[in-house]
């Protein structure tokens, strides 16, 4: 969407004619890189009374972590996040605690990096009595009992997201998933990339649905998360990603898209009432109509809260977060489709219907696998994906040092759908036997 080499050097904002005339992202697509980013959240709880972690118990985990060379984040005098060489800790709006992992070169990488993480989470967690749920959703609390923390833009966020999904603060407050994020080379590269993700959203949805149990009940859906960020402001799959979205065409949805708020003088105000564009063309007068900077708009586009999205990497969103048992799995399959058989990938999906997909993806939360989408049930199509997936990791021919290709990481899936079962159906099970809550923790 902008080419910052061509900013006016006298100045850092951005104006409509130099966003529309500039308008790929990133800003540089000179180099192919395939870098893989792993984004994953948990949910903390203390071990004897079952609520979730506070903003001062918080801080008391970020201080233990200090202890492996993680640096505090700060906004104003709150710390709201740590850092260590390129990767991040940050805090969500329920103290739900995300790391966003180094741009590494491949799973075993991103895997290991993984692990390094939750063990040092581990640590910290024992040592203050505290617990850590792997679910998209939080299992046990109502949306009351959640606590807060200072981060100013949740404040915003917190009053203004309801008028624009009736499930915004439970996605805000009681959700949890993994996120990926991949490069692309080239816009005929991203036009393809980001047409199978948009497509198979309903397959990831079924694949990796962990998130059935509800303040102690069954929901009644494999990925109650999913149904949450289907009733969020902001979010969906939009029917303009199916038509081959090119670079012109996301910076049209991106500029036209409302903005949620605005960081001035290291304050946030509501964006309410206001799309990009007109903060383009000075027309927020709360700002004194200044001009947005480089700043601006990467906070704009990290507020599209969309299944995916475009930013300077294409980020995947439609998964549930889950233990180490799959945690790389969704990675890895993703990673064999859009790095190592993008192709055939393409192939299998341009046959279909994209109101078909829309509305596979507005079942799938409930109906998991045996939702239907083009005359066959999902579980077809993840094997059918999984297999394209393998494939790709096989011509990929990444190698650990223990001589492991990447295509190991999928044998969690394999297992999931030889059973017909996903994660959501084994908590289920495990949850209702007896409803002991130190089922839902992990182990």
Same mark, same amino acid.
């Given at each position: ?19 529309k005339?500039?308008i ?13 980013v ?18 001062p118990?918080?801080?008391?985990m970020f201080?233990?972590?200090s202890?492996?060379?993680? =640096?505090p984040i700060?906004?104003?005098?709150? &710390?709201?996040?740590?850092q260590?060489?390129?990767?991040s800790?940050t805090?969500?709006?329920g103290?739900? &605690?995300?790391? !966003? ?31 850590i749920v $792997? ?5 046990? $609390?109502?949306?009351s009992e959640v606590?807060n923390?200072p ?7 917190? =009053? ?6 009736s499930?915004?603060?439970d996605?805000?407050y009681?959700?949890?998933g ?7 080379d080239s816009?005929? /590269?991203?036009?393809?990339?980001f047409? &199978?993700i948009?497509s198979i959203?309903p397959? %990831?949805?079924a694949?990796?649905?962990? %998130? ?5 009940k069954?929901?009644?859906y494999?990925s109650y ?17 199916f038509?081959?979205? /090119? ?12 903005? *949620?708020?605005?960081?001035n ?7 309410s009432?206001? %799309?990009f %564009?007109?903060?383009m ?8 109509n200044?001009?947005p900077?480089e ?14 999205? @475009?930013?300077k ?6 998964m549930?977060?889950?233990g180490?048992?799959?945690?790389c ?10 790095y ?8 299998l999906?341009s046959?279909?219907d994209k109101?078909?997909? &829309?509305?596979?993806?507005?079942e ?5 696998f ?7 049930? *999902? @579980?077809?199509?993840?094997? *059918?994906?999984?297999?394209? !997936? ?6 990929r021919?990444i190698l !650990? ?6 295509? =190991? ?5 394999d297992?999931l759908?030889d059973?017909?079962?996903t ?5 289920? /099970? ?5 409803e ?8």
């Amino acid at each position: 969407m902008i080419d910052l080499a061509k900013v006016d050097p006298k100045g850092d904002t951005l104006t409509p004619e130099v966003i529309k005339q500039n308008i790929k992202l990133p800003a540089d697509l000179q180099e192919a890189y395939d870098r893989v980013v792993i984004a994953g959240q948990k949910i903390i709880f203390d071990e004897k009374t079952n609520k979730r972690v506070d903003y001062p118990t918080v801080l008391k985990m970020f201080s233990l972590l200090s202890e492996f060379g993680w =640096k505090p984040i700060m906004e104003k005098e709150n &710390i709201i996040g740590l850092q260590k060489q390129g990767k991040s800790i940050t805090l969500e709006p329920g103290n739900q &605690i995300e790391l !966003s992992g180094d741009k590494l070169n491949n799973i075993h990488e991103a895997c290991a990096e993984s692990h390094d993480y939750l063990f040092e989470l581990q640590q910290v967690t024992k040592k203050l009595n505290l617990k850590i749920v $792997s679910a998209g959703f939080d299992p046990i $609390s109502s949306l009351s009992e959640v606590p807060n923390n200072p981060k100013q833009r949740y404040q915003v966020m917190t =009053k203004d997201m309801p008028n624009g999904g009736s499930l915004s603060l439970d996605m805000m407050y009681r959700t949890c998933g993994t996120q990926l994020n991949l490069d692309y080379d080239s816009e005929k /590269d991203f036009i393809k990339k980001f047409k &199978i993700i948009n497509s198979i959203v309903p397959i %990831s949805i079924a694949l990796f649905a962990n %998130s059935s149990i509800v303040e102690k009940k069954n929901s009644g859906y494999s990925s109650y998360r999913s149904k949450v960020w289907q009733e969020t402001s902001r979010g969906g799959l939009p029917e303009v990603f199916f038509d081959n979205m /090119d670079f012109e065409k996301y910076a049209d949805f991106s500029i036209n898209f409302p903005l *949620l708020f605005i960081q001035n003088e290291k304050e946030y105000l509501s964006g309410s009432n206001y %799309s990009f %564009s007109d903060f383009m063309n000075g027309k927020i007068n709360e700002i004194n109509n200044r001009l947005p900077t480089e700043d601006d708009l990467t906070t704009h586009l990290s507020t599209i809260f969309t299944e995916n999205r @475009l930013k300077k990497y294409i980020e995947l969103r439609s998964m549930d977060t889950c233990g180490w048992d799959c945690l790389c799995s969704g990675p890895a399959f993703n990673t064999g489709i859009l790095y190592g058989n993008l192709d055939e990938a393409y192939e299998l999906i341009s046959k279909w219907d994209k109101n078909k997909i &829309i509305n596979a993806y507005l079942e799938a939360p409930k109906k998991g696998f045996n939702t239907e989408l083009m005359g066959k049930d *999902l @579980l077809h199509w993840s094997s *059918l994906l999984l297999g394209i !997936s393998r494939k790709g990791l096989l011509n990929r021919d990444i190698l !650990s040092k223990s001589n492991d290709n990447e295509a =190991k990481f999928l044998n969690h899936l394999d297992k999931l759908i030889d059973k017909k079962t996903t994660n959501a159906d084994h908590m289920i /099970d495990k949850f209702s036997t007896n409803e002991n809550l130190n089922d839902l923790y992990d182990k």
